[in-house]
């Protein structure tokens, strides 16, 4: 990885300018389209989709993407995230249409050319809301909300892919009706299948812990999906009924959107605008964060535009849906593929569209020979790793308020939907951020009575932080006042975005009256000492006002308190 993370000289651009860099980006691609196959092909799966459809997606992704920019190295595909909403959302509309008493496979099938008419509906949102610049406004929702939010995805994923380990039909669709139904099938299940499946899935975390070059050439889940396949073909000989069914005819497989249907069924509205608008928001955020994550790695440093990347997502979304794809979202596990394969520049994600163009229309007879139960175990170690048990202890060691959060988020999102799920974990921030903030109130005044009305506190928690801006020979000064938190952190990344011309240093005073800097902000500012550190003609940020603040834990990102006294939370052994 530290070979990553070298920077050179030269930035490499997207467009025609990135072409001359195509010995880097077609390798990279064909790596990256190996670990696409698998990928797209379990996701769709996973989303109630054929899995043609999956594919479809990476490939229209490949194609929109490297002519709209707003990142360099991410590669974008179907989104595993989005595969229970999606599924959900299938379910749903074809109940309202069908009504109750149709099978899961009849559900599937009517309510899948629906939900392509809401992925199209959600990419024209998505393209207006980036018209109107407000991806900054994703830092809205809690750090601890979308961690628990994408481990609850996680166990989601894993819980899908129970049915395909086993080789058997389950009646359950959601998270725990599956659990509850899994004992009832471990007598009758097919064993071939199961132990393939969990062979695969020992492979997968055995290679992952080895070191060595023959990683290099292959990630992991590529070894594991040729080994699966070969041990299906030639020793274990499992029925058609358990593997991958891909049309000989790449068209055979598009499934169109129902416009017309959605137009002529009121009934259809309500169902569908929910989930548009679980869509925007989940794909916004998940999006915004994979690029943020994949941006720190780039060996370039080059910075993703958050907005150009929120409309090139929209775009696509909406291409993806035309021709029966899924929602479109960048990938980390790809990207870091893509960054570790050498690829400079959005073209890797062409020649990744294209690779995968070639592998079905040449492959078809090949692909058919996957056992699904090798997709599952792909699947599962996605869904691992979102939920792996570090996850929960790096959430803990930022302080006990986030893990609260976090439990409460991924509990809620299991038990409903991940939009509710989101909206708890934030429902919950707000209270515990009212509940520290009356603790300064209580801890500065010495009166209870004196504190502000808790109206008046829950506003000021959306209230714009700046109070003054200063410019003076190359030196930008932000003056902060009131608690920043991430309801209202948004105002502070607008100002660092829209800096000055020929500033050479920014700097923030906190005054006395900040009661309150939450873990969302502290990891912001972390990233943006990073982004401003006086190098590479970058401005240099320092922050004035930290020697007030204590933090709730020893986590350097934790909340931070303007209390003289923490004892009623947790006294630290170090302060800044």
């Known amino acids: 990885m530290q070979e990553i993370l070298t920077v050179l000289t030269e930035k490499p651009r997207n467009g025609l300018a990135g072409l001359k860099h195509w010995r880097y980006d077609l390798r990279s ?53 989005l595969a229970p909403v999606l599924f959900a959302g299938m379910i749903t509309l074809g109940q309202i249409r069908l009504g109750e008493g149709a099978t899961e496979s009849e559900l599937l099938a009517v309510g899948y050319p629906l939900v392509l008419v809401a992925i199209a509906l959600a990419g024209v949102v998505q393209v207006l809301l980036a018209k109107l610049k407000v991806a900054r406004l994703s830092a809205i929702f809690p750090a601890a909300a979308i961690q628990g939010m994408l481990a609850a995805i996680g166990l989601m994923i894993i819980a899908k892919q129970i049915p395909l380990f086993m080789g058997e039909k389950f009646e359950g669709r959601e998270f725990w009706a599956i659990l509850a139904e899994v004992p009832r099938h471990v007598g009758s299940m097919n064993r071939p299948v199961f132990i393939l499946g969990i062979g695969c899935l020992a492979g997968l975390f055995l290679l992952t812990a080895m070191p060595g070059r ?13 080994a699966g396949t070969l041990a299906s073909v030639f020793i274990l000989k499992l029925d058609k009924r358990y593997l991958i069914e891909v049309p000989s005819s790449l068209i055979d497989g598009v499934v169109l959107p129902e416009f017309g249907t959605v137009f002529a069924h009121p009934e259809l509205w309500l169902a569908l605008a929910y989930l548009v608008l679980t869509l925007v928001l989940i794909d916004g955020v998940e999006s915004l964060a994979t690029i943020a994550a994949v941006d720190k790695i780039d060996p370039f440093r080059r910075r993703s535009d958050p907005d150009r990347t929120l409309q090139a997502m929209g775009a696509s979304n909406v291409a993806s849906s035309v021709f ?49 139960t090798v997709l599952a175990a792909v699947l599962v170690f996605i869904g691992y790793k979102l939920c792996r048990p570090t996850v929960w202890l790096n959430v803990a060691r930022v302080g006990t308020e986030q893990l609260i959060i976090f439990t409460i988020t991924l509990l809620v999102t299991l038990t409903t939907d991940l939009l509710i799920g989101l909206l708890a974990g934030t429902a919950v921030k707000l209270v515990l951020n009212l509940w520290l903030e009356s603790l300064w109130h209580t801890s500065h005044t010495g009166s209870d009575s004196a504190e502000p009305s808790l109206a008046g506190r829950f506003l000021g928690l959306f209230r714009n932080p700046v109070s003054r801006r200063d410019f003076t020979e190359g030196a930008y000064h932000l003056h902060l006042d009131g608690s920043l938190v991430c309801f209202n952190l948004f105002h502070v990344i607008r100002e660092l975005g829209q800096l000055p011309p020929d500033t050479q240093t920014v700097q923030l005073h906190l005054s006395s009256n900040v009661p309150l800097v939450d873990h969302t902000t502290s990891e912001t500012l972390r990233y943006f000492l990073e982004e401003f550190s006086g190098q590479d003609n970058r401005p240099k940020l320092t922050i004035e006002g930290w020697h007030h603040m204590r933090p709730l834990s020893k986590h350097e990102t934790s909340a931070r308190i303007a209390l003289a006294d923490l004892t009623a939370l947790r006294s630290p052994t170090t302060t800044e």
Do not use: D, E
Request: proline share 9%; glycine share 14%.
């Open 29 to 81: 691609g064909f790596t990256v389209a190996m670990i696409s196959l698998p990928f797209s092909m379990g996701i769709a799966i996973t989303s109630g989709a054929p899995p043609i459809c999956g594919i479809v997606s990476a490939v229209i992704a490949g194609f929109v993407l490297p002519f709209l920019g707003g990142s360099y190295v991410t590669i974008s595909g179907p989104a595993a995230g």
């Open 214 to 226: 023959l990683l290099k050439v292959m990630p992991p889940p590529v070894w594991v999906f040729f």
């Open 324 to 372: 029966g794809g899924l929602t479109i979202i960048p990938g980390m596990v790809k990207s870091t593929a893509n960054i570790l394969g050498g690829g400079r520049t959005q073209w890797a994600n062409f020649y990744n569209a294209c690779f995968l163009l070639i592998f079905v229309l040449m492959f078809s007879h090949l692909i058919n020979k996957v056992p699904l």
